[in-house]
């Protein structure tokens, strides 16, 4: 019996000493609480944005960062490959696919950067039915609790400004192996209904965009009074102030040339004739064979837009919308027709996938659009149905425009008064960005496969 309580004695005291051991060697690997804002903005940001209530503790912390990896829900399966550290150096990160495009807003401001919150507190629009619209709250949104959002961003009510947000989204976008950035523009001195200008934000954006070797281009608004005359000279501002910037986008046309590319939002409020005027080569102020010259991209809603688009004189076709279902272009069981379409005509089909659609934060009546995530399938679904049509390009709706729902961005669980938000959970917030990953590996692969 004494050799059994010896025996005993000296086995828990090796297992205390492993587990000391082991206690030692998690503490040095745990990262240094004054660290700088790593790519989630958790940890280091929560440290340092407390005092604005963007993120209350680090508990949800602690537990999302421990969250599991989505499985992939799809029949079609892009390569797993392995699980990316975000805090890690840029040699981590995989290569940029220069054909996936992510839309990219600058219009989000704070007080600590702009002296007040932008777009967070996005009014709550009301229905054009004034009869139906009685039926729903009116007002503002109160951040940093309350955004104009159904998600809440890791890093909380950001500035479009601040340096660290910047370098973050690029960590984030490299980390999706996501090339290209089209952010969205105005001219100087103009802005959406909600927001400020934002043409002297480009300045940083490229800058950084730069560092992680990822490429700008520019997704054009539809402004008051924009025509071909307007958008000629923006098209030079563009070239000019910008255009010699290692980070601009270029993209080579089906001549062989290195071009700039431009998406044009709501390109269908100008009639054909308009833009034709600019894009065609014999129209009164064209801007084919100048140095100005550039390949762009008409936003396609309904099916006879095709057709007007191609007498337009655009060089391609997207279709933004992350909502199957909700418009012609948008709906993927129309993508194959219109990639034949495109094909036929010289066009680039560029189709637009996205994680899913909810946008009644902001327009409480407009659940009919809303489209569930589903924990990745939705997103999953939209990748595969763009890869089937081998398309030259795909862009992604979106990085970071959270009133619609559609960010890949990572976003954490909170609850801001009233405010319930909706999560990735049970996956972590990183799950969209490894899923576009997997897919923008896939694709590279199916387009050099195709050029063997």
């Given amino acids: 019996m004494a050799r059994l309580r010896q025996k005993y004695c000296v086995t828990l005291t090796a297992l205390a000493l492993l587990i000391f051991v082991i206690t030692v060697v998690l503490k040095t690997l745990t990262p240094d609480a004054n660290s700088s804002v790593d790519a989630f903005g958790f940890v280091a940001f929560a440290h340092q944005r407390q005092g604005e209530n963007h993120i209350q503790g680090n508990s949800e912390v602690e537990v999302l960062?421990?969250?599991a990896i989505a499985p992939n829900a799809m029949n079609k399966k892009a390569p797993e490959g392995k699980e990316l550290s975000f805090d890690s150096g840029a040699r981590d990160f995989p290569?940029?696919?220069y054909n996936i495009h992510?839309?990219?807003?600058?219009?989000?401001?704070?007080?600590?950067?702009?002296g007040r919150y932008i777009h967070w507190n996005h009014p709550l629009l009301p229905h054009w039915d004034p009869k139906v619209a009685e039926g729903y709250p009116k007002g503002r949104h109160q951040p940093p609790d309350d955004?104009?959002?159904n998600f809440y961003p890791a890093l909380g009510a950001y500035s479009s400004r601040?340096?660290?947000v910047v370098e973050a989204h690029m960590q984030q976008l490299r980390t999706a192996a996501v090339g290209v950035l089209a952010v969205s523009w105005y001219p100087p001195g103009m802005k959406d209904d909600n927001g400020e200008s934002t043409d002297d934000i480009v300045p940083l954006i490229l800058e950084v965009a730069d560092k992680y070797k990822v490429k700008v281009a520019f997704h054009i608004e539809p402004y008051k009074g924009r025509d071909d005359t307007s958008m000629l000279e923006n098209i030079k501002y563009i070239v000019e102030k910008y255009g010699g910037h290692p980070a601009f986008?270029?993209?080579?046309?089906?001549?062989?040339k290195l071009l700039p590319l431009f998406y044009i939002y709501d390109s269908y409020l100008q009639s054909a004739d308009i833009w034709a005027q600019m894009l065609k080569p014999t129209g009164k102020s064209t801007i084919r064979n100048t140095p100005y010259d550039?390949?762009?991209?008409?936003?396609l809603v309904e099916e006879k837009h095709k057709r007007e688009i191609l007498d337009a004189?655009?060089?391609?076709?997207?279709?933004?919308?992350?909502?199957?279902?909700?418009?012609?272009?948008?709906?993927?069981?129309?993508?194959?027709?219109?990639?034949?379409?495109?094909?036929?005509?010289?066009?680039?089909?560029?189709?637009?996938?996205g994680p899913g659609y909810i946008d009644t934060s902001i327009r409480p009546w407009n659940f009919q659009n809303t489209r569930n995530r589903i924990n990745g399938k939705y997103y999953e679904t939209s990748l595969s149905a763009a890869l089937d049509t081998r398309p030259q390009i795909i862009s992604v709706t979106s990085f970071n425009e959270w009133h619609e729902g559609t960010q890949i961005e990572t976003a954490i669980p909170k609850t801001g008064g009233q405010t319930a938000y909706l999560d990735y959970l049970p996956h972590k917030p990183s799950v969209y960005l490894e899923i576009t990953r997997r897919w923008a590996v896939k694709f590279r692969e199916d387009q050099v496969g195709e050029d063997l």
């Fill in 65 to 67: 960062t421990r969250a």
């Fill in 95 to 97: 290569p940029p696919n």
């Fill in 102 to 114: 992510a839309f990219y807003y600058t219009w989000y401001g704070n007080p600590q950067f702009d």
């Fill in 147 to 149: 955004i104009g959002a």
């Fill in 162 to 164: 601040d340096p660290s």
């Fill in 249 to 256: 986008f270029r993209h080579k046309s089906s001549a062989g």
């Fill in 294 to 299: 550039s390949i762009f991209i008409a936003l």
């Fill in 313 to 353: 004189g655009f060089d391609g076709i997207y279709t933004y919308f992350a909502t199957s279902g909700f418009s012609y272009g948008s709906s993927y069981h129309n993508w194959k027709s219109i990639k034949d379409f495109c094909d036929g005509n010289n066009l680039i089909f560029i189709p637009s996938v």
